[in-house]
Every structure is written in C-alpha cells, then in structure tokens.
C-alpha cells in the first residue's frame, strides 16, 4: 500500500537548481526516516539527505551539504529535494526512499535502513 511517486529530474547546467518531488501515499510522519539517496550506475546507493519525523534530526552527505535541502509540505505528503549549485558529479538517478522503523544510528540515511523506494528520477547536470 506504501507508494512514493517522484518527479522533477532533468538536465540542468553546472550551477543551476532544480527540484525534486515525491509524493507519499501516507503522511511523512507514518515513517521514521524520510529522504533522498542517489545511484550511478556500477555503485551502490548512497544516501544524499534523510530526515526523522520523530525528532527532526536530519543528515546531509558532506558532498552536498550547504548546496541540497529537504522539505515537506505542509500536510506532510509530499517531500522534496531542493538542489542549488549543482556539479557534474551530481549527476545520478536520484530516487526517494522512506523507512519505516527505526532501525539504529548506523542505518540512519543507509539503504539498508529503507523499506521503501520510489522509481527514480534521473539528474544530469552538465555543460
């Protein structure tokens, strides 16, 4: 019953912005961990900036920190990813990704901390 539908990736210039969208079938608060990873292919996905609705601590990758931020709408069923300054290396498929318990400190924005996944969204960031 768990759905999570995003939208929002493009091609967009070293620099530039763009958003990311992920509307949830549940509100933000049925889950503990909300949030972003990315993927490129032959690597593993790596966690880009999560969320705890249960006491708003909230993790950056250091690569993006200062540049990408999350948010929820005001009723909570939707969660973007604000990305600025965007690089090269940013490119990847972006995907949203919410779990439901929480599972320890060290799966907090881990993959292995992810019950559930949206499609992906694919950012290509170049010249």
């Known amino acids: 019953q768990v759905q999570l539908v995003e939208s929002g990736g493009g091609l967009v210039q070293p620099g530039g912005s763009l958003r990311l969208s992920c509307a949830l079938s549940?509100?933000?608060?049925?889950?503990?961990?909300v949030g972003w990873f990315r993927q490129v292919p032959g690597k593993e996905r790596e966690g880009v900036s999560c969320?705890?609705?249960?006491?708003?601590?909230?993790f950056y990758a250091d690569s993006v920190k200062g540049r990408f931020t999350l948010s929820t709408n005001n009723d909570k069923t939707t969660m973007y990813l604000e990305m600025n300054d965007l690089k090269p290396e940013d490119t990847a498929t972006y995907y949203c990704?919410?779990?439901?318990?929480?599972?320890?400190?060290?799966?907090?924005?881990?993959?292995?901390?992810?019950?559930?996944w949206g499609n992906g969204a694919l950012v290509t960031v170049s010249s």
């Open positions: 990704a919410t779990g439901l318990n929480y599972y320890g400190d060290s799966q907090f924005c881990s993959s292995r901390g992810v019950d559930y």
């Open positions: 549940h509100l933000s608060q049925y889950f503990y961990t």
């Open positions: 969320l705890s609705t249960s006491d708003g601590r909230t």
